[in-house]
């Protein structure tokens, strides 16, 4: 099986240049002009534009059980919907109950993901502690291709990790040579201000960003930085919403920290106003978790992401339909806790990011792909153009547009958060381990040609003296220039 990508010019996070790609059997096995190949492959023409590594969402939640509800979106949808957008892999969520076996859940979510139509792999959450969820994070890293663990500081009386929980954790992470991540959002704050706002009446939606103010998160991401700084862990913030954020990541990596930190695509283009639409509908289509935040925000995300203290982008896709949201129509702390956007990620920052100048197209390439394969050890199997590497590219219109609209998406919810954008900049062709999953609106993958992929652990971060070795930390992740 192979396929000739001919006449384009490769973008990838440090280079720009015009060449063919040609991919058998699932890998890039040849790059550059006039390349000799068998007169039976088959030819996907880019002349007039760019050839870039698949994007990489970090952060999807399909058919997550949440909330009382199941996501809409499940593995097949939503990486349908993904490779629709440019989106070739994503990392997506183990969720298990307190209590469950971290490798029962696993098999569970491996099961569910069986009929994804693009590749996957999973980051695994630390919801409770005893010595076992101890032995099975190493079961996870040494045999199963995890090398990331989860930790949600809120979702109180759910799936909240304490402090105590996230110090053994960030240890045993440290011991095995997985990275812990973050969901910061103080549990206690939230939970608290949810019972105060609904004491006083105030039952809405609008009361869903009240209950979360920026504080809640900037308190919970210093801890967690602090946490990690004192037993010398690395640490990867997930959804970073708030400048407050930013700016204590900034300043942990200023202090020679190993902070990463990632945004959403729809952080950085919407903010709180969502949640006064006078149509409660509407306003609950867009509770998430961070919520989007008040005007100035998004200035501080943009900034991130243009400094180098945030690296990466994803989506936190985990799509909810009208019906689901109404769980919630007598208490906001009830809706379901999700937006989709998988499918419009990199249109949208393509958009607002290389047309409007804050990025350039090789910078775009690091934030939607090369900087999560650096930070989570996928590099240059994923997140590359290179001889050897996964056939998974983008073949990127920047002439083509589109206006994003819930009537011709592919997620299966019935909204869409970026409805009526026109985005200059789109996928024309999108290939997926060596062969054609989506063109010109035709999607080609079927259920199931998505694989699993393992994510090798680094080595130990202790040194033989019991310290932290950032020899071993992930990929130094510096902005492409
Ligand atoms: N936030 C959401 O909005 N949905 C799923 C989980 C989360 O943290
Ligand atoms: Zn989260
Ligand atoms: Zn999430």
Redesign the pocket.
Known sequence: MSLLIKGGTVVTHDQSYRADIYCVDGRIAAIGENLDVPANTEVVDAGGQLVMPGGIDP?THMQLPFMGTVAKDDFESGTAAGLAGGTTSIIDFVIPAPQQSLLEAYHQWRGWAEKSVADYSFHVAITWWDDSVREEMGELVRSHGVNSF?H?M?YKNAIMATDDILVESFSRCMELGAIPTV?A?NGELVFHLQQQLLAQGITGPEAHPMSRPPVVEAEASNRAISIANTLGAPIYL??VSAKESVDAIRYARDNGQHVYGECLAGHLVLDDSVYRDPDWGRAAAHVM??PFRPKGHQEALWKGLQGGTLQTTAT?HCAFCAEQKAAGRDDFSKIP?GTAGIEERMSVLWEKGVNSGKLTPNEFVAITSTNTAKIFNLFPRKGAIQVGADADLVVWDPQGSKTLSVETQRSRIDFNIFEGMTVKGIPSCTVANGKVAWQQGELRAQAGDGRYYDRPAYPSYYDALGKRNARNAPTAVVRAK
């Open positions: 952060h989860k949600f809120a969901h959002e997930v959804h978790s961070p936190d806790n």
